[in-house]
């Protein structure tokens, strides 16, 4: 079983419509939570982190379930500028401090006008 | 404006030939990564460090080895280069703790995509 998993895609959404993603991860030891932002032939970008009361930060929600191991995003009122890969990405706390990021192969988004 | 540096964005090597990728960044972090990224595999590290001359395994360290002599320069050594090596690489940076890595996240350069024929 893969560490951290989500749904590929590719989810293409119209403009205006909300677009949720899930991810599921297999240890439950995880400290913390992320989603980053990868566009088309570019590197990977801190889009937010994810807090277990759950956070939003304009359009964008995510939350987290510790229970049932899974994180999830919600984008309202999707703009075509969202277009993107959306990588999940789990933190392993190693020690002193020091952590180790785990990614998902991420799920492509297209918004179309 | 801070960033990581990685020394080319498009190279091509022969097989059996050593590759040297170099990353470099301006942030004072401890941490430094090297991953690759292959389609349907997503980001899958290979080397860490932690520090000056410390280093430890990621998950396919097999084929690769890595150096940290300063702490603003991570170096990625492929030692004899094979067509399976054939990959996008990432480097990327963070600072030590989590409320710094839940915050800021980790900077990645912006990739050195490797062909090796």
């Known amino acids: 079983r893969k560490e951290v998993e989500q749904d590929p895609g590719p989810f293409n959404v119209p403009e205006g419509a909300t677009v949720a993603f899930n991810c599921t991860y297999s240890?439950?030891?995880?400290?913390?939570f992320f989603w980053y932002r990868q566009d088309c032939r570019k590197e990977p970008k801190l889009l937010m982190s994810v807090y277990s009361s759950g956070n939003e930060d304009g359009r964008f929600t995510a939350q987290l379930n510790r229970a049932s191991q899974y994180i999830s995003l919600l984008i309202r009122d999707s703009k075509l500028s969202d277009s993107a890969t959306y990588l999940c990405?789990?933190?392993?706390?190693?020690?002193?401090?020091?952590?180790?990021?785990?990614f998902g192969t991420g799920t492509r988004l297209t918004i179309i006008p | 404006d801070v960033k990581v540096t990685q020394s080319s964005r498009y190279l091509v090597k022969r097989t059996g030939e050593k590759v040297f990728l170099e990353c470099v960044q301006d942030?004072?972090?401890?941490?430094m990564f090297w991953y690759r990224q292959d389609p349907g595999l997503g980001l899958r590290l290979i080397y860490f460090?932690?520090?000056?001359?410390?280093?430890e395994k990621g998950d396919i360290p097999e084929g690769y080895s890595v150096s940290r002599e300063k702490k603003e320069r991570f170096s990625l050594i492929l030692e004899s280069a094979s067509t399976n090596q054939t990959s996008m690489y990432l480097c990327?940076?963070?600072?030590?703790?989590?409320?710094?890595?839940?915050?800021?996240?980790?900077?990645f350069g912006s990739g050195t995509r490797l062909t090796v024929v």
């Open positions: 990327a940076s963070s600072p030590t703790g989590t409320w710094k890595v839940a915050n800021y996240g980790y900077t």
């Open positions: 990405v789990v933190n392993e706390d190693l020690n002193f401090g020091n952590e180790k990021l785990t």
């Open positions: 942030m004072d972090h401890e941490n």
């Open positions: 240890n439950s030891a995880s400290q913390s």
């Open positions: 460090s932690y520090d000056v001359k410390m280093k």
